[in-house]
């Protein structure tokens, strides 16, 4: 049979060329690239915080999985008052109270699981004031290691990947927090992952040790969950011990919203402890590219079976994120595992706004590790702790002397006319009748370069986090008059303040310094809604200005 050949007019040739390039550009749509603070995303988010508070009426849940529930709340919103919270932060003193107590005893079956995650929300809620608590969970770790390093349940003859990856990071988020720590059982717990890792490169849920000085083995039961466990462990260790430089003190994290001074006076305090350790990065760096060699050969793919997917996804975050410190590789918001990881919770995510489609755990634990893989939670983490700062999300301590600039500290009336007086002032956080009306019209910012930005890094930290509300309100109302656009970050953090005149001060402050003077309809008395969506709405208009800034203590 002839080939028949079909003749396009000029003018249907052009049409069929235009709905090629508009298939092209739906099917570049689908393949969405999604951030933690994109809207498809921040609705997620606040879907699942609904069901975690509407089920933990119907559903109360106890010990660790309460403490997680909370965790994840928190992470996602700050709200110290929620009785999702509350609930978690009772139940992790429950279990400070009985790990001091229990004379040897265990907790419980998920012992490791419950101290480490407890560490890790009162770490989150204010690790100064937990310091106390923290130091008991930290003994309790210790004595609950193995002699070969790892972590698993009492009295079982092999170590357990799953749980030595909790105690991990539990023992990094310690470290970050100043508490002292034995290295040497960090090193220990390394080189059992060394020694359990199988030889095609994954993890077994329970890893048979060759001993120290033999060959790995093949291990069976190797699988992806496992295996990024293993790695997320080896890195997290490796960066308690600085193997890939220090970087609380020498890294900067590309966060210019946070006062730089900050991490210049927060004190290693595990320096000397950290340098009896002598280890090489090599080991851990050759098992994790390994390991990646491993996944690619056998990529994951979800089945019809019940299976741990939700948990896997929060140690893929975790994995991922320390890669990105361990190797100096720079953020990226929208990397292709997490868009692939947000589509496919939007399809599993159900009509309550909870996650638990065919999953081994509880829906409320399956939504807690959802909501922290959404939020991108260990990469905040590890850029929070960075800055130097403390608190999560809330990013500054409450407490400002060890941050404080010195100068002499003036008292009482009339206002100083000098920023940097004025500063002493409010830097005494209970700054008495000043207020931000008081601020005479013609006081200005020095115009020496190094004094100016010592003076912005201390109003910004003063509207962040002082208790005082007429500080909060003087530095609100200075910054926007600063004509600075590295100020917009902390007046869109201000524009939540419990204080309404704050509030005001920041959106004007951000309708000035944006020229955008009718700024995004942020009434004067606005509801939550109006502050979240003004809030969303100046973090897109930020980014448009500076695409790489990476917001850490927006409220969802």
Known sequence: MAERKIAFFPGVRLLVVGLIALIATFAAKDARAYTPNDPVVVAMVNRGLEYLEASSKKQPITDGEAILVAYAHFKCRHDLESAVVQHGLSEAQKVVASVERRGGESVGAKENYIISISVLLLSEIDAKQFKRELQVLQQALVEGQYPSGAFSYRNDNEGDVSQTQYAMLAVWTLDRNGIPLDYNQVEKCIQWLLRVQSTDGGWPYKGKDPGIGKPNRQQSKVDMSMSLAGGSSLLIAGDALRLWGNTVQDSDPG?????????????????????????????????????????????????????????????????????????????????????????????????????????????????????????????????????????????????????????????????????????????????????????????????????RAAQLDRLERLVRGSRSWQARRVAARLLGRTDELRVVPSLIYALSDPDQSVRLYARDGLRFLSRKFDGFGMPDTPSVTDLQTAQRKWRDWYRSVNPNYVFLDYDL
């Open 255 to 451: 966060i210019p919203g946070l006062p730089k001074a900050i991490k210049v006076y927060k004190e290693d305090k595990n320096t000397a402890r950290r340098k009896r350790v002598n280890m090489s990065e090599e080991p851990i760096k050759r098992a994790v590219k390994f390991m990646d060699g491993w996944r690619r050969k056998n990529p994951y793919k979800r089945s019809q079976l019940i299976d741990w997917y939700y948990y896997q996804l929060y140690t893929l975050e975790r994995f991922e994120s320390f890669v990105e410190i361990a190797n100096g590789l720079p953020k990226d918001s929208s990397p292709a595992w997490y868009n692939q990881g947000v589509d496919e919770l939007r399809k599993y995510q159900d009509g309550e706004g909870g996650w638990s489609d065919r999953s081994l755990s509880k829906p409320q634990i399956s939504t807690a590790f959802a909501l922290l893989f959404l939020i991108r939670s260990t990469q905040r983490t590890i850029f929070t702790m960075n800055a130097g700062s403390l608190q999560g999300g809330y990013g500054l301590p409450k407490d400002t002397t060890d941050i404080r600039v010195d100068g002499t500290q003036i008292k009482g009336q009339p206002i100083a006319v000098q920023v940097t007086d004025l500063l002493d002032i409010l830097d005494e956080d209970g700054s008495g009748d000043t207020e931000g009306k008081s601020i005479p019209d013609d006081l200005v910012l020095d115009t020496d370069p190094v004094v």
